[in-house]
């Protein structure tokens, strides 16, 4: 993950990276989240994360992980709702007491093995910090996928319920009316600057929630002045642990198998909604996320490049000099490679030429900075304890390194502490600033060493900015992008994000807008996610060898609505803020009923009548069509799923049954298979082998961790027979791999360069899987298909020319796999027992525009049967 900058603008080299075994050091490091990467050489690459098949854990859970994340679970949705509520709610003072009902004693729970806290032991020592003074508060947060508790706790010096209240005022006023916040000489006297701490957001991280206890046990009881004065100028909000089903299992993912620190764009967890909630609500200045492991400790700020809708220059100057105190009190600890194995900090900014990059802000860090924190940190701490060193090195050795990542987690903590002290009220103008420049329409300020006094080797590689449209619009009126359409409004409105609507039609651009379009004005203070979330993007292919993740998310692109951009604001109050968007659910009163097919909530809708038993059959144009004798179960389906079903003349042909899935995929997939409500089995070639009733399905959909060569006899045969009487639908190399295996479509798969990822250009063929797709896809390691037999049906390809939008798609090392080598190429292909897909287009539950090309292409597998009828 980390290639040393060579570059003399970053004077200070890191010359290894290096973790400890028992008595020998290890010139293996490992990247941010624990996964393997090189040792710091000028010529390494760092490894790109691709999405692994589910583990045996994750294919176990339970489908009610999915319904809590979904909010389908029972009371789930209002648990969530009240959690948010109560974090939200700033009526009362400080502190909150609570008294925590314990959690059953899990002698299982991983982190017992390291001398760590387990999760059911955190209830109790929260009720103990609470009981020390006045000065600790505990809340909930909301609840993990797998039902865990998630605890924020607050320490502050207390506040009446008057005082909170001003508080809030103030905070209010910072993001709503910064050029009046920046003149407040109130706010600059008595506000209390927001500090958030975010522990073990991968699940096997673990040491930064014992950490956070050991200095909520300090604060709750320090008299010095230093604390007092902190105290009575700051806030400071803990959240214990992010992940506790990772921690209690020894994960990465949560129980849903999601890496959460990727997650931010798409919200799809309840751990993320709840850490999105705190940083809407609490508005912190300062953030540090405490992950594992990197020898010696990695602290942010990022090589580039660097994310271009953020306020860089201010992010930079706080960033980096908060990363200087945390340096210094880690290394201060006198902990050295020849007696500990533990070597120097380092700043990747100063330390490395590229390869940790702040670029997506799918990252904690990253996407706190669109919410006004000026300084905000991933911070790796050093000795890894997680994957094959937790179950081959020895108890006393695993405790001795988690106690020196608890040691220096707990350095980097109490720097950051000092940090805000000094700089309370310089943290708090760079926050209104941020805020100031949105709302005003300011230009973003390039960084350079006039701008970031006092920040070593800027240099014109650090220098990303953008230009902010006006406004942008997602025009109303059409039947097939509506629920699309409020999808993406209620997200942007959870974001924080200021959206408005029109009240009557209205022209600009030479364009008219119907009445109920929504209009996003890019004068707003967080502007910077507004345009993160909507833009494009950028094709950064050429600014940097290789990205450690995702480099393209474009909801305007991805998630099914029209969006457009405008060149100034309508005039005339046409427009008026919401707080949701408008329902989209309708039945018709009378007649049989259409429901469209392009969107994952319609499909969601048809599964929810296939279950009850309604009888719907398939129109030509792969609509369903509900007789209007199920009206009263169509209308349930469309208040759940916020669908239209509209009133038609067409009969249907095929009939349509219950769609039961085997499933060989990721995480992301059979969650995004799941919010589509079809009835998933996990397999993969473990469970194959142990022997799996493939009567209980009706089709199998493979993009990961089934592998043909692997299966024994009796599995292979069994599936044989699977496939000689069903469809297949594959995604991705595996996918492709198992087709040419068993000879189901012919084509040739060709891989694309395995680093590639990012928002690319489509063409649709117009046939019934792809009618109404949007003609923009995404990838993750591209795959096209070429040499195509008879009977094999182009249903999509990737755009002439450059195929690529925005992302990071190169060719690789011998000059093939690259955009040009794609370009015009087909991406999906169909026959009458397969359907291929060489883009992602469920990819960790995010590109829902593309979701229901997979749904269409299922229900058509699942029908094939053996029958010679073509998908297209």
């Known amino acids: 993950m980390r290639t040393t900058r060579t570059v003399p603008a970053r004077p200070v080299l890191i010359t290894a990276l290096t973790l400890t075994t028992a008595g020998s050091l290890l010139l293996t490091p490992h990247t941010a989240g624990a996964e393997p990467g090189p040792s710091a050489r000028p010529s390494a690459r760092p490894p790109v994360h691709r999405e692994a098949a589910l583990d045996r854990q994750a294919a176990l859970t339970p489908t009610s992980a999915a319904q809590r994340a979904l909010g389908t679970a029972d009371g789930a949705s209002a648990a969530s709702q009240a959690a948010s509520a109560a974090i939200a709610d700033d009526s009362r003072g400080y502190p909150r007491r609570q008294v925590l009902t314990p959690d059953p004693e899990n002698p299982a729970d991983k982190s017992i093995k390291l001398g760590l806290t387990p999760y059911h032991a955190l209830a109790p020592e929260l009720n103990s910090l609470q009981a020390l003074g006045d000065r600790v508060s505990v809340e909930v947060a909301g609840r993990s996928a797998g039902g865990h508790r998630l605890y924020l706790v607050t320490v502050t010096a207390p506040e009446t319920a008057r005082e909170a209240r001003t508080q809030s005022r103030m905070r209010d006023l910072i993001e709503n009316a910064p050029a009046v916040a920046a003149k407040s000489a109130e706010i600059k006297r008595t506000y209390k600057t927001p500090v958030f701490f975010n522990n073990n957001i991968h699940g096997n991280e673990w040491e930064g929630t014992d950490a956070s206890l050991k200095l909520i046990e300090r604060l709750a009881t320090a008299e010095d002045a230093g604390t007092r004065d902190l105290l009575s100028h700051s806030r400071l909000y803990f959240n214990i642990t992010a992940n506790p089903d990772g921690r209690v299992a020894g994960t990465r993912p949560n129980a849903n198998g999601f890496d959460m620190n990727r997650d931010f764009v798409t919200a799809s967890q309840p751990e993320v909604r709840a850490m999105r909630q705190i940083m809407v609500a609490k508005q912190p200045a300062v953030m540090l996320d405490i992950h594992g492991y990197v020898n010696g400790t990695l ?60 670029w997506p802000p799918v990252f904690t860090p990253q996407y706190a900075a669109f919410h006004g924190t000026v300084a905000a940190h991933t911070v790796e701490i050093p000795l890894a304890v997680n994957n094959a060193a937790y179950n081959t090195l020895p108890v006393t050795e695993l405790r001795r390194r988690s106690a020196i990542n608890v040691d220096v987690a707990g350095a980097a903590l109490r720097a950051t502490l000092d940090f805000v002290r000094s700089r309370r009220a310089s943290l708090v103008a760079d926050q209104i600033e941020v805020f100031r420049r949105g709302a005003m329409g300011a230009a973003q300020v390039p960084v350079s060493p006039q701008t970031v006094p006092g920040v070593p080797g800027i240099g014109p590689e650090d220098v990303y900015t953008t230009a902010f449209p006006r406004a942008y619009v997602i025009p109303a009126g059409t039947r097939r992008s509506a629920t699309a359409a409020a999808r993406l409004v209620d997200h942007l409105l959870a974001n924080d994000v200021r959206v408005t609507r029109a009240t009557r039609s209205f022209r600009l651009g030479g364009r008219t807008y119907a009445k109920g379009s929504y209009v996003v004005d890019l004068h707003q203070p967080k502007r910077g996610l507004a345009n993160a979330l909507l833009a494009d993007g950028r094709d950064i292919s050429d600014k940097v060898s290789v990205m450690y993740d995702i480099s393209g998310w474009s909801l305007g692109r991805l998630w099914g609505a029209a969006v457009k951009t405008l060149p100034r604001m309508p005039y005339g109050g046409v427009l008026r803020p919401v707080r949701s968007a408008a329902s989209v659910a309708y039945v018709a009163p009378r007649g049989d009923l259409r429901l469209g097919l392009g969107d994952p909530n319609e499909v969601a809708a048809l599964n929810s009548l296939l279950r009850k038993g309604v009888e719907v059959r398939r129109a030509a144009d792969g609509s369903a069509i509900v007789p209007g004798s199920a009206r009263r179960q169509a209308a349930q389906a469309a208040l759940t799923y916020d669908v239209a079903f509209h009133a038609t003349k067409l009969t249907g042909t095929a009939p349509l049954h ?111 899987l792809m009618d109404g797709a949007p003609e923009h896809g995404f990838v993750y390691a591209p795959v096209w298909f070429s040499d195509l037999g008879p009977g094999v049906r ?39 027992r397969a359907v291929l897909f060489g883009t992602e287009p469920l990819f960790r539950d995010h590109p829902k525009g593309e979701f229901a090309q997979v749904g269409r292409a299922l229900f058509a597998m699942a029908q094939a049967s053996g029958s010679s009828e073509e998908s297209g």
């Open 658 to 768: 219950r769609t039961r899935v085997a499933a060989a995929v990721t995480p992301g997939e059979l969650f995004a298979l799941r919010e589509m409500n079809f009835e998933v089995t996990p397999v993969s070639t473990q469970v194959l082998n142990a022997g799996f009733d493939w009567s209980a399905v009706d089709v199998l959909f493979v993009s990961a961790g089934l592998d043909l060569a692997d299966l024994d006899a009796g599995a292979r045969t069994a599936l044989d027979a699977f496939l000689d009487g069903h469809g297949m639908v594959g995604r991705g190399a595996t996918g492709a791999a198992l087709n040419s295996a068993v000879g189901l479509l012919a084509a040739k798969p060709v891989e694309g360069n395995g680093d590639a990822n990012g928002v690319v250009r489509v063409v649709n063929s117009g046939g019934v």
């Open 299 to 358: 602290i942010e700020p990022t090589t580039p490049p660097h994310g271009e809708n953020y306020e860089y220059d201010l992010f930079l100057k706080n960033t980096y000099a908060n990363a200087l105190g945390m340096e210094s009190a880690v290394n201060g600890l006198g902990y050295t490679p020849a007696k500990d194995g533990v070597q120097p900090a380092q700043i990747p900014f100063r330390d490395q030429e590229e390869g940790w990059d702040d």
């Open 794 to 832: 182009v249903e999509q390809a990737y755009a002439t020319g450059n195929p690529l939008l925005s992302g990071h798609w190169r060719s690789s090392q011998d000059g093939s796999g690259g955009p040009g080598d794609a370009a015009g190429q087909a991406s999906v292909i169909s026959g009458p």
